[in-house]
């Protein structure tokens, strides 16, 4: 798992100091769900993280233990941003103010950049 505070670039003020990070599945180990990334909210003064959008995370767990699926998490859903990126050993913000995920199991690196205005 790899983190990445993103500062204002071309994802937007939205995503200003929040904290992106990933998990380290495989899609054959989570049940086709694996490599999520996630997104966290920071506050201004960047000492803790802001859980306030999920109240199930509010004794700050991600506990999936009762759970049948043991990865379908059902604590963190509205912190995933991305699904199926695999295997993740870095997420950086490049000069452009995109996000770069390097996966390993799917040895390549993806951008995340903002969508097209529709």
């Known amino acids: 798992m790899s983190a990445s505070a993103q500062r204002t670039g071309v994802l937007g003020p939205a995503y200003s100091g929040t904290l992106w990070f990933g998990s ?14 996630y997104c966290l909210r920071l506050p201004l003064a960047r000492d803790n993280l802001d859980l306030s959008a999920n109240p199930r995370l509010a004794d700050k767990v991600a506990d999936n233990l ?11 859903e509205t912190l995933v941003i991305g699904r199926c990126f695999g295997v993740t050993a870095a997420i950086e913000q490049g000069q452009d103010g995109n996000l770069y995920v390097v996966s390993l199991s799917d040895n390549r690196i993806y951008r995340i950049s903002a969508a097209a205005p529709g």
């Open 24 to 37: 380290a599945r495989w899609l054959g180990q989570a049940g086709g769900t694996g490599g999520n990334r």
């Open 66 to 76: 009762l759970r049948a699926q043991k990865f379908d998490g059902k604590e963190s």
